[in-house]
T-cell receptor
Framework: AQSVTQPDIHITVSEGASLELRCNYS??????LFWYVQSPGQGLQLLLK??????LVQGIKGFEAEFKRSQSSFNLRKPSVHWSDAAEYFC???????????FGTGTRLTIIP | DAGVTQSPTHLIKTRGQQVTLRCSPK?????VSWYQQALGQGPQFIFQ???????QRGNFPDRFSGHQFPNYSSELNVNALLLGDSALYLC???????????????FGPGTRLLVL
């Protein structure tokens, strides 16, 4: 069965520190990969996506993610976090011709001064 | 360029009642998907509509039904509400199949449903 795992439920990072959020997937084929961010009480905003090509993709708000096929991972990174980055982050996976997205359970990011 | 809009923003119902949630897709999009997000969980796919037909369905009972109108807007209906139906209901839109960008979904702000 298709699945997405975000092993970290909650991460706390100091403002200005670097960030890495983990995402692992289990799919029969190379999927489309997405990271979304959700602020409290809000919908989901697309940060970035990977379909093919360069395995390092750039997104909005200074985020980037790296696709590693051998590890079935798509980790999200940011070199220096800002207080406004505090939110819930979701990794999602889709397949060509099957536009249903499967989401992980999310990682809540807390930023401390 | 308006994004995905949903109404209402909040709703309170009692067990056994029926509810209808509405969604207008992003301009230029003709495919609408619905997701349920329970508290502390990731969104779960309910179903997707394209060309006014239900194209794909997740693991949700028949109490959950939908409709898509000729202008591509969509409704989600839930009958015989249960306490467990309390959740944030998210609508997402995307360009139609075989069109560029069809794999990327853009989400609305959601409708928060509370069932008492």
């Amino acid at each position: 069965a298709q699945s997405v795992t975000q092993p970290d439920i909650h991460i706390t990072v100091s403002e200005g520190a670097s960030l890495e959020l983990r995402c692992n997937y289990s799919y029969g084929a190379t999927p489309y990969l997405f990271w979304y961010v959700q602020s409290p009480g809000q919908g989901l905003q697309l940060l970035l996506k990977y379909f093919s090509g360069d395995t390092l993709v750039q997104g909005i708000k200074g985020f980037e993610a790296e696709f590693k096929r051998s590890q079935s991972s798509f980790n999200l990174r940011k070199p220096s976090v800002h207080w406004s980055d505090a939110a819930e982050y979701f990794c999602a996976v889709g397949l060509l011709g099957n536009e249903k997205l499967t989401f992980g359970t999310g990682t809540r990011l807390t930023i401390i001064p | 360029d308006a994004g995905v809009t949903q109404s209402p923003t909040h709703l309170i119902k009692t067990r056994g009642q029926q509810v209808t949630l509405r969604c207008s897709p992003k301009s230029g999009h003709d495919t609408v998907s619905w997701y349920q997000q329970a508290l502390g969980q990731g969104p779960q796919f309910i179903f997707q509509y394209y060309e006014e037909e239900e194209r794909q369905r997740g693991n949700f009972p028949d109490r959950f039904s939908g409709h898509q109108f000729p202008n591509y807007s969509s409704e989600l209906n839930v009958n015989a509400l249960l306490l467990g139906d309390s959740a944030l209901y998210l609508c997402a839109s995307s360009p139609g199949l075989s069109r560029e960008g069809s794999e990327t979904q853009y989400f609305g702000p959601g409708t928060r449903l509370l069932v008492l």
